[in-house]
């Protein structure tokens, strides 16, 4: 018989035991012996003990990792928000200024329509609201004739209800339109 590390603990799965207290049986390889004498420590001890106080701390880290986080994304929504309204400002005419609309709620489309008004698309997204008030395009006044008459003739294809909503797809760079 080879005395090998494998070998032995392959012929102590084969001796069962029985538990003097419980009368259950179990292998040798398999019981756990209790004592109520406290052992000394060993290294692996050391070890354990190591390992336990790394994942306690690394459980802190990650509590405040994701709280700073948490108020990272909170600052950056506000720097964003404030940004827009800088955007905003700088972008239109001084009348575009003065409305009450939410700064989240206008996108730039800049052709042929400067900006188009989400109006409460934002409280949607937040739960606030089920529904966008309103949809409003903007552009500044301009003296050229072209866009003049471009506007003139978007105007004219929403009073008219010229207009159709289409939903497109894009799949591996086709489009399909419901």
Known sequence: MDNSFFDIFHHAR??????PECDEISRLGEIQIKSGKKSSKTWLDD????????D???GKFDDSEEEERNKGIARGRMQAEQDMRDLI???????????????RDIKLISHPI???????ANKVRMKEQDFVK???LLSKKTDNPYFQKLHKSVHDVI????????TAKVFDNNIEFE
């Open 14 to 19: 084969r001796i069962l035991c029985k538990c």
């Open 47 to 54: 070890h354990q003990k190591n390992i336990n106080d790394f």
């Open 56 to 58: 306690i701390a690394k």
């Open 89 to 103: 400002k700088n972008s239109l005419m001084l009348d575009y200024q003065q409305m009450d609309y939410d700064p």
């Open 114 to 120: 400067d900006f188009v008004v989400f109006d409460g």
């Open 134 to 136: 309103e949809v409003l």
């Open 159 to 166: 009073e008219n209800k010229q207009y159709d909503w289409k």
